[in-house]
């Protein structure tokens, strides 16, 4: 069943990310990393982690905060358009990127472009649309989405968090997830 969802989710991402204009380029480049990294990989996280292997790893220290000190590994992906980070945490089935600095705005509309419609027989359902005040990145928004088969226990959750203080630490955190209940 999980390689009919990420056959059918690899598919759905063909159409790609389109370029909205000018002032939206590291909202873009986000979304193409999640679509390309998490998204794509989500049924086979050991798979990424072996293509990532010859990669360098942010050192430990500096990997803690990407992974909410939870063990695992992060990677810097370079691109030109902002500093961006793939975290994948040991044990469980969970990809997330990191944008220190990015239009949330644009990131909400390519996130909610990439997530809100599943492919068939997929149904999406938005689970969260959330405000909350934080210490270290100011007011932010949390909207989820979970995708299933009918009378399924297996579910992918996609969660994506901004901040678009100038001042945040990370001004957009997306990750995927399969869920078993």
């Known amino acids: 069943m999980l390689k ?17 204009g000018e002032g939206e380029d590291q909202a ?8 390309s990294l998490c998204l794509k990989n989500l049924s086979s996280l050991d798979g990424l982690r072996e293509k990532l292997k010859p990669m360098p790893k942010l050192p430990p220290e500096k990997a803690a905060i990407f992974l909410a000190g939870a ?11 902002g500093t961006f980070v793939l975290a994948l945490p ?23 472009g990439l997530v ?3 492919p068939s027989p997929l149904v999406a359902r938005q689970i969260r649309n959330e405000q ?3 210490a ?3 007011q932010t928004q949390t909207i989820a989405y979970e995708w299933s088969v009918p009378n399924t226990t297996k579910k ?6 901004t901040a678009p203080s100038e001042s945040a630490q990370i001004q957009v955190l997306a990750s995927a997830a399969i869920l078993s209940q």
Request: hydrophobic share 45%.
């Open 4 to 20: 009919l969802i990420a056959t059918l989710l690899a598919l759905s991402l063909t159409s790609g990310v389109c370029h909205a």
């Open 28 to 35: 873009n480049s986000f979304a193409n990393i999640y679509a």
């Open 71 to 81: 063990p695992g590994e992060a990677w810097p992906v370079p691109d030109k358009f």
């Open 90 to 112: 040991s044990g469980k089935n969970l990809c997330a990127v990191h944008v220190r600095r990015a239009n949330t705005e644009a990131a909400k509309k390519q996130f909610t």
């Open 116 to 118: 809100a419609n599943a």
């Open 132 to 134: 909350a005040q934080t």
């Open 136 to 138: 270290a990145n100011g």
């Open 156 to 161: 992918m959750l996609f969660t994506l968090t």
